[in-house]
Structure formats: structure tokens, C-alpha cells
């Protein structure tokens, strides 16, 4: 086992070198420039001379592979350096968007789970019926409905209908206050988007439930559970449910995972300063470093849940550990 | 309510502001915040010297003090420079060269420090000659300036290397903060990360990439400004985001400008409780042939492309779907510099008889052997209203036979295919601050002259004129000398063409008042005069 444990970790550093080395590079292929974009943006002219300028400053007038070298070092002594854009430290750039994008991949999680786990259950118990029917259209429906879609037809939902109801049209607020600060407005502004993710997410995990019910269900051990006469309340709470929510407990994390940064569409549809915003401001002003630290932030958690699920894979099963 | 509405719809279709008389009841009221929007994310720095979004400008521009500006009560006038910082306005001395300002007494920075002279002095002199390693983004528009003194705490003299009509509207420059002497000579890069003015709000917090929040500073020396407590400006690049905290009220406005229907869609939603404040916008799309790539190396291809163009029927048809209004040169419309109809009509682009002005076109192309041209059009990926004026402009090239594909990208490969010369045509844009109109111009000398011109031309004729015209004093002659600057850049050297001018259209919650639209959404931006009737 411990022989298996070091090998996996030992595997997550040829994976985050590969994953920098291109990232770095296909930052570099993107048409552009970073002072092109700063100085010429505004309309305004500037002498040549700002350009050479402007690259010295940010260490660009450097060879590719000592700027290569220097991430990487960087990366290694977790200093991610300064955004090329703003001139403050890359941490605190991120530090200053991850509550929000955190508190809505907790809260779409939360309502994900609440929608996903019982209705799949249910949809399996109730293989073939109108019942199942009805959920699994609900679930095709949140996988082929787009979240930022879904957001914007939300937010115009609810400012027509309290238009019709109060004369007063509402929306939530499209400034973020942290919850211990104002409870009532941070929750919400994000409410509708924890809602218009989760749903997807929900959608997602409510078919796998579904598809790792019905398998268990026709296992022996179940069949076995029936036939000592045990009740179905119990086959399905102690032994259907618990074995089938191991790949959906993995898919959940995945998906946990994927909303700190990929929430890129449905942050600007709620004007959320997220890291998912962030991504995407980093990319059009091109600022490597902060590009770069994004990439690499998303890397990290990816190969880390990674190495989470194959250890636990590891521990549950031993024909992994072994083969 | 009926009629209100009808007021409201009456205003936006005449496209004009819609100004009540002045009331005994409409006296400021003092009090409220104020949450308007910025239509973009943050910007780079806080340093308005260094930048060049407006972002930056909308951001921090209440905080600070200018020497001299646009006046606030008109800034609809592209000439009525009033004082801020200073007691009276100068008449020039020494044949145009010198110009001596008083400074207020009193003034004083947030931190409590006086403000003198020679903090004026110190950001100008940052402004027009930054040390090694300092950027200044205007240092350009202001290369007539020789020498900046401060002979005592209420005394700035500026000393200028030859008499120029674009010396007052550059230093009248929206960015041209006036910042700490004693800060700047600590450490001249301590505006890009901290504020700290003398303007009407003092500043009270910063969420990176989310809002900017200021206080009234009861210390103004504007004296019963401000009206309001203070402002929150959020950062909103989405427009619909934008349009529906406007229809919530979830903010009063921003300060940029959106499009006709979304103005004619609040309008009709919000009836009496919005206003629509529009002016003629200091920005145009060029059209921009590269010289150096063939077929466009010949001045008779790039005639019959402006002769190609339509703009009297395609402003009035553009103007509906996008925020373009006026057809004018390469001078901002209400300038006292602009062309008149009838002078324009001269130009290619321009003729009045679209018929003949294609006909003309298919017979220059035919005598360059180019009947069957075909290009590709570089254009930025932004709907409002590049992308829009882009696809007008195909059209208007396949009335002569000439086969155009667009080619959007985004700004950062937009700006570096123009910087590489990697393009046969661009659509870029012209968008100045200030309306500066000999300054303005500049950007249609050659490359050589002007490093943001991607024509990529050489016109010692257009050039001699340009300098002519910047040493002009006399409004009269500089004019003259500007319609032949005009005629050499469209017509004879045909190097580039103004493709309608942008139109500045601003949905305001009608509890803000005193604020007044400007032809460019980087003046007026200090909220001094702004009060809330609620």
C-alpha cells in the first residue's frame, strides 16, 4: 500500500511540470501583448520607447526558457509573482475572489446534493414508471440547459414578476458583501447563481445515482439482504444507497473542484467577482503570470482530487493497490 | 404617467437632452449615495497620470483635483476651460509662450497637507517629462511644454517651446491629477497602488476588481459641493448586467454610453423614472488601408473604397442599431475646427450622389486593374459598434464589386496585427478625452510621426501641413490649414477614412441630478455637482 501511496504522489509532479510547462507555452502562442494592450487600449498614442519600457518592467525583455525557469522556481517556493496587469501580488488577486467563487460551489454543491441524491434514488426505485420518467427529464433538462442561460432567464424572471407584483422590479445585488458582514444581501446575491449551477451539477449527479442504484440493486448482496427478510427501508438506507454514492461521492468532488474557477460564463452573467471572471480578465489582458497562476491553481486541485479518489479507490478496493 | 412617457419618448427621438427649466425646487439637495456602474473590470493601476482606460478615470477621477477643465456647467462646449485648482483663467504672455496660473489658497490634500504650487508643479512636471522608469501616458500631447516653474507656494508658470492651440485642452486633460509633492518625491510610483487627493471625495475603500467607495470631503474648496455622502461605483463590464441594475435600480446609471434600444427598452419600462441625457461622443471609427500591402499601395484601390461608402444613408440607418450618429471628418462635429456639410461633400466618402461616387469608384478600380478585389478586414470583437460597422461596411463594399470577409478578434491580437502591419484593412477606432482637435488629428500623420498610425503611409505634404497647423495660433487660419490637412488625408493621399462618428447615449435614474453629458466619457467625471432628488 505505502509503495502504491509513493508512487501516486510521486506521479503528481511529472503531471503539474507537464501541466506548467504548457501553459507557459500557450500563453506565449496567443497574438498579443500585454503593453500593447495596457498603453494602446485607451485610444491614446505612446511613444515606442514606453513598449521596451513597459516589457523590462515585467521581466519580458528576459530569454523565453529564463522566464520558463523563473515560473517554475516560482512555483516550486509557492511565489506566483505579480500580475503583469495590476502590479499586486498574484495571491492576493486570487485571495480577493475565491470566498465568492468558493461560497457558490459550496452553496450549488448543497443544493446539487439536496436535488441529486433522493431523486436519483427514487428514480431507480421507481425504474420505468411516470415517476422516472418525469426525473430523467428533469435531469436531461439541467444537462442540455446552459448555467449562464439559465442565469440570465432567471434574473429576468424574477425582475419581471416582482415588477408585476410590487411595481418595483427587483434583482439581487451585483455587488458582494461577505456573509458574516450582511447575511441577508450576500445570500441573495447568491442565491440565483447557486441555484442555476446546481441545477446542472444536480442533474449530472442525479443520473449517475440513478445508474449506481440500479446496479447495485441486482447485486447478491441485496438479493442476499432480501432473502434474510430484512426490510426494504433498511436494504435500500444500510447497504443500496451507502455502495452506490461511492462514484457519485467521486463525481461530486469533481465536480466541487471544477466550479472554483469554471464558473467563468455564469460569474459575468451575475456580475460575480470570481475567480472564474478573474480567468477570464487574465486572459484578455494577457497577463501571464496571473494566467498562469490561475492554470496552475485549477491543475493543482484537479491532480490533488485526483490523487484523493485513486488513494480512496486504492483503500476500498484491493485488486487496485495489488495490480 | 401617460404623458410623462410621452415627454421621455419625445426626448430620445428628437435625440436631444431633455432640460427642464430651472425650478425654485430644483436646488440641490444635499445627502444619499450615489452607485452608478463602471462598464468595465478594473484597471491596471490607480495612477491616472500612467493609464489610459477609462476605467482608471471613472474609478478615481472623484478624489482628485486638475488644474484646469472643462466646465462642469457646460461641458457640452468643446472650449469653455474654466479653473479648478486655479483663481482665474490666463491670458497668454509672451507672444503665446508663457502661461501663469494663481493657485487657491487653502486647498488642501485628505491627509490634511496643504496643497501649494508646487505639488501642481511636481505632477505636471510628471506628466510632461516622467524620470526613468515612470510612465505617462500623455506624455505626448503635451511635447509643446518647455518648462514648468513655481517660483512661490500660489504661482505654476508654464513655458512653452512655440504658441499652440492644443496647449489648453491638454492641460485641461481629465487624468492630470494633481497629486502629493511630498509623496511623488518619496516615491513616484505610489499612485499606482494608493489614492490620495484633494477632490470633492475622500477616499473610503477599494475591493480589487469589484467597487470603489468614496466619502464627501467637507473640506472642498468648491464651497456647498459636493451635494452627495458619498459614491459607489461597480465594476460591471456586462451590459446586460448593466441594463437590468439600472431597470432595479440596483444602480443609477454609467458614465460610458449604451445603445439605442436598450435606451428606447429602459424607456419604455421605466417611464418618468428614467431620463436620457445624449451627445455627438469624441470617438469614430477609421477606416484604415495598410499602404504597404498590395493592392492598397495604390491611391486609386483606397479612393474607390471611401468612394464606396455611403455615410449620409448609412449614418441615419446605423444610428438605430448602434451608438453612431453624425457624419463628420476627421474633426470632432461641434468643434469650431469641423467641416461643414457642404465642405465634406467634397471629399470621397462624403459625395452627396452616392450613384455617381460608385460609379467613380468602379472606374478607379478598373484603371488599377483590381475590378474582381477581394480582402480580409481586421476588426475588434466589440458588437458596439465596431462589429456593426464593420458588417455595414461590407455591404457597402459589394456595391462596387469588391469582396470583403471581416476578421474579429479580440482587442490584444486586434492592436498587435496593426502593430505588425499584418492586415490589408483595419476598422480601428479614434477616441480621444480631451476634444483636441489639432492633437486629435495627430494619429493621421504617418508612422513615422505618430506610432498609433497603422496606415503605414508617408506624406511629407500631410505632415508639413500638420506641423503648420500646430504652430497656428488664430482659430480662423488653423482652420484653414485643417481642411487642407483633411483633403490630403482623404482625398489626395486618401490614407484613411472617419466612418461616422459614435453617439453617447446615457440612461440616468431621474432622482440624479446636475450632471451633465459631455462629448467624451472621460470628462465631467468628478461628481461634484451630482445631487439626489429623493
Known amino acids: 500500500m505505502y509503495r502504491y501511496v509513493l508512487k501516486r504522489v510521486l506521479l503528481v509532479i511529472p503531471t503539474l511540470v507537464g501541466a506548467a510547462a504548457l501553459v507557459f507555452l500557450l500563453m506565449r502562442l496567443i497574438p498579443g501583448d500585454i503593453c500593447v494592450v495596457r498603453l494602446g487600449s485607451g485610444g491614446g498614442s505612446f511613444d515606442p520607447r514606453a513598449i521596451a519600457a513597459c516589457h523590462a518592467e515585467l521581466g519580458m525583455d528576459r530569454s523565453v526558457v529564463v522566464q520558463f525557469i523563473d515560473f517554475v522556481w516560482g512555483f516550486c517556493r509557492l511565489d506566483f509573482g505579480t500580475s503583469m496587469w495590476s502590479g499586486k501580488p498574484v495571491t492576493t488577486e486570487i485571495l480577493a475572489r475565491l470566498p465568492i467563487s468558493l461560497e457558490i460551489a459550496v452553496l450549488a454543491t448543497v443544493v446539487a ?28 433538462g439541467g444537462i442540455a440547459t446552459p448555467s449562464f442561460w439559465l442565469g440570465i432567464v432567471s434574473i429576468l424572471l424574477v425582475l419581471d414578476v416582482t415588477s408585476a407584483i410590487t411595481g418595483a422590479p427587483w434583482m439581487p445585488p451585483i455587488d458582494y458583501v461577505p456573509i458574516w458582514q450582511d447575511p441577508i444581501r450576500n445570500l441573495s446575491m447568491a442565491f440565483l447563481p447557486a441555484v442555476t449551477v446546481g441545477y446542472r451539477y444536480a442533474a449530472v449527479s442525479m443520473r449517475m445515482t440513478r445508474s449506481a442504484m440500479l446496479e447495485v440493486m441486482r447485486e447478491d448482496y441485496i438479493r442476499t439482504a432480501r432473502a434474510k427478510g430484512l426490510i426494504n427501508k433498511l436494504i435500500i438506507n444500510r447497504h443500496a444507497l451507502k455502495n452506490a454514492l461511492l462514484p457519485v461521492v467521486t463525481l461530486i468532488g469533481i465536480e466541487f473542484a471544477f466550479l472554483i474557477g469554471g464558473l467563468v460564463v455564469t460569474e459575468q452573467v451575475f456580475n460575480l467577482n470570481g475567480v472564474g471572471r478573474l480567468f477570464v480578465q487574465a486572459v484578455q489582458n494577457q497577463d501571464y503570470t496571473l494566467t498562469q497562476a490561475l492554470v ?28 | 404617467m401617460r404623458m410623462s412617457r410621452l415627454i421621455a419618448c419625445l426626448g430620445v427621438s428628437l435625440g436631444a437632452v431633455w432640460a427642464p427649466p430651472a425650478r425654485a425646487d430644483d436646488a440641490p439637495k444635499r445627502g444619499g449615495t450615489l452607485t452608478y ?60 509662450l508663457t502661461y501663469t496660473f494663481k493657485i487657491r489658497e487653502g486647498v488642501k490634500f485628505h491627509d490634511g497637507t496643504p496643497l501649494t504650487a508646487h505639488d501642481v508643479a511636481t505632477s505636471w512636471r510628471k506628466i510632461v517629462s516622467p524620470p526613468k522608469g515612470v510612465a505617462s501616458a500623455r506624455e505626448n500631447n503635451v511635447v509643446m511644454v518647455d518648462k514648468i516653474e513655481d517660483p512661490d507656494d500660489t504661482t505654476v508658470i508654464f513655458r512653452l517651446k512655440f ?98 434600444s436598450t435606451r428606447d427598452q429602459l424607456v419604455k419600462e421605466l417611464g418618468d423614472k428614467i431620463t436620457v441625457q445624449e451627445s455627438d461622443w469624441n470617438c469614430g471609427n477609421v477606416l484604415t488601408p495598410n499602404h504597404k500591402k498590395k493592392p492598397f499601395d495604390d491611391v486609386r484601390v483606397r479612393k474607390a473604397l471611401f468612394l464606396a461608402i455611403d455615410q449620409w444613408r448609412g449614418a441615419a440607418a446605423l444610428q438605430k442599431i448602434a451608438n453612431v450618429r453624425t457624419v463628420g471628418g476627421i474633426v470632432f462635429p461641434s468643434s469650431p475646427l469641423a467641416a461643414t456639410k457642404e465642405e465634406l461633400q467634397q471629399l470621397p466618402g462624403y459625395w452627396p450622389d452616392i450613384e455617381k461616387s460608385r460609379a467613380e469608384a468602379r472606374r478607379l478600380l478598373k484603371e488599377a486593374g483590381q475590378e474582381n478585389l477581394s480582402f480580409e478586414m481586421l476588426n475588434r470583437n466589440v458588437d458596439q459598434p465596431y462589429v456593426i460597422v464593420g458588417t455595414w461596411l461590407v455591404d457597402e463594399f459589394s456595391k462596387i464589386g469588391v469582396k470583403v470577409t471581416q476578421k474579429i478578434v479580440p482587442t490584444g491580437p486586434w492592436l498587435e496585427a496593426m502593430r505588425a502591419g499584418d492586415f490589408t484593412v483595419a476598422l480601428e477606432a479614434n477616441c480621444q478625452n480631451m476634444v483636441n482637435p489639432v492633437a486629435d488629428t495627430g494619429r493621421y500623420l504617418p508612422h513615422e510621426l505618430y506610432s498609433e498610425n497603422f496606415a503605414y503611409h508617408d506624406d511629407p505634404v500631410q505632415a508639413a501641413l500638420y506641423d503648420k497647423m500646430l504652430h497656428e495660433t488664430d482659430v480662423a487660419k488653423a482652420r484653414v490649414l485643417m481642411r487642407e490637412y483633411e483633403r490630403q488625408t482623404i482625398d489626395v493621399g486618401a490614407h484613411q477614412l472617419m466612418v461616422t462618428w459614435w453617439y453617447r447615449i446615457l440612461p440616468i435614474r431621474s432622482y440624479v441630478k446636475g450632471w451633465k453629458i459631455s462629448p467624451s466619457h472621460y470628462l465631467n467625471q468628478d461628481l461634484a455637482n451630482i445631487w439626489l432628488d429623493k
Open chain 1, 296 to 323: 496552475m491553481l485549477t491543475v493543482t486541485v484537479f491532480v490533488l482530487t485526483n490523487l484523493v479518489v485513486d488513494l480512496l479507490y486504492a483503500w476500498l478496493d484491493p485488486r487496485i493497490r495489488f495490480a
Open chain 2, 163 to 260: 504658441a499652440t492651440l492644443s496647449f489648453m485642452p491638454a492641460l485641461a486633460d481629465p487624468y492630470s491629477f494633481i497629486y502629493s509633492k511630498k509623496i511623488l518625491d518619496q516615491d513616484m510610483h505610489w499612485y499606482e497602488k494608493n489614492i490620495m487627493g484633494s477632490g470633492p471625495f475622500k477616499f473610503e475603500s477599494y475591493d480589487i476588481g469589484q467597487s470603489v467607495k468614496g466619502v464627501r470631503n467637507p473640506d472642498y474648496y468648491h464651497k456647498g459641493q459636493p451635494y452627495l455622502d458619498g459614491f459607489t461605483a461597480i465594476f460591471a463590464p456586462k451590459q446586460a448586467v448593466r441594463i437590468d441594475a439600472i431597470r432595479a435600480d440596483r444602480a443609477a446609471m454609467e458614465f460610458r454610453g449604451l445603445p439605442p
Open chain 1, 113 to 140: 446534493i439536496s436535488i441529486a441524491i433522493p431523486l436519483g434514488a427514487i428514480s431507480a426505485l421507481k425504474q420505468n414508471t411516470w415517476l422516472d420518467v418525469a426525473v430523467r427529464v428533469f435531469a436531461i
Open chain 2, 37 to 96: 456602474m463602471i462598464p468595465a473590470d478594473g484597471g491596471p493601476s490607480l495612477d491616472g497620470h500612467r493609464e489610459t482606460t477609462f476605467a482608471v478615470l471613472h474609478a478615481t477621477a472623484p478624489f482628485y483635483s486638475v488644474l484646469v477643465r472643462i466646465n462642469p456647467d457646460n461641458p457640452a462646449s468643446t472650449t469653455d476651460f474654466v479653473c479648478d485648482l486655479c483663481t482665474e483663467m490666463p491670458a497668454p504672455t509672451d507672444q503665446g
